[in-house]
């Protein structure tokens, strides 16, 4: 049974510096890997995919690494900002009976960016 | 702008009643989810559509109903079999099968049993 950690499960540091999040999945039998943003009482907001056979994927300050056959995600932000407190979910699309496949979400890392 | 719009934004429900959330999305995707997000659970499937007219249970499908008449409309049912509705439920959808493009997601909608 596919499995998704992200650790830490609360990050506070203070602005401007560069931090890291990461997910593990236990089973690479995936389509690909999404990250998410979450913020307090509202929906989520793709924020970037990686197909399995990619290493990583750039978003302006954001960039994903995907690792499959160790089965980590890393999700790095560089110059954290105040605006970047939210919680991230990770989550991937695992190989199933179904032609949709299924994206399983880890718990998320809530961060908090301090002025 | 194509997005996904869930109401109502909030829904109070009191025991033994069933409500129904709205989903819709002008997006052109074929398939359409429901995930419910518990404090400290995460995110668990409740129900998802690949075509009109069909549906498959998700994980936690018990206490739930779905129909999907029109390609852009799958709404939600919590019946009064579901023990314990409070929750915050999240609608998505993706294009074609989900293999190779990523999810889109709704606002939420925050369920209370009063």
């Known amino acids: 049974k596919q499995e998704v950690t992200q650790i830490p499960a609360a990050l506070s540091v203070p602005e401007g510096e560069n931090l890291v999040l990461n997910c593990s999945f236990t089973?690479?039998?995936?389509?690909?890997l999404q990250w998410f943003r979450q913020d307090p009482g509202k929906g989520l907001t793709s924020l970037l995919l990686?197909?399995?056979?990619?290493r990583e994927q750039t978003s302006g300050r954001l960039n994903a690494s995907l690792d499959k056959s160790s089965g980590r995600s890393t999700l790095y932000i560089a110059a954290s900002q105040p605006g970047d407190s939210a919680t991230y979910l990770c989550?991937?699309?695992?190989?199933?009976?179904?032609?949709?496949?299924?994206?399983?979400f880890g718990q998320g890392t809530t961060l908090q960016v301090k002025p | 702008d194509g997005g996904i719009t869930q109401s109502p934004k909030y829904l109070f429900r009191k025991e033994g009643q069933n409500v129904t959330l709205s989903c819709e999305q002008n997006?052109?995707?074929?398939?359409m989810y429901w995930y419910r997000q518990d404090p400290g659970q995460g995110l668990r499937l409740i129900y998802y559509?690949?075509?009109?007219?069909?549906?498959q249970k998700g994980d936690i499908a018990e206490g739930y109903s779905v129909s999907r008449e029109k390609k852009e409309s799958f709404p939600l049912t919590v019946t009064s079999a579901q023990k314990n509705p409070t929750a915050f439920y999240l609608c998505?959808?993706?294009?074609?099968?989900?293999?190779?493009?990523?999810?889109?997601f709704g606002s939420g909608t925050r369920l209370t049993v009063v």
């Open positions: 998505a959808s993706s294009l074609l099968t989900g293999k190779r493009y990523g999810y889109t």
């Open positions: 089973d690479s039998a995936i389509y690909n």
């Open positions: 990686i197909q399995s056979s990619q």
């Open positions: 989550a991937v699309n695992q190989h199933g009976s179904s032609n949709t496949g299924k994206l399983i």
């Open positions: 997006l052109n995707h074929d398939a």
């Open positions: 559509s690949q075509i009109v007219n069909d549906f």
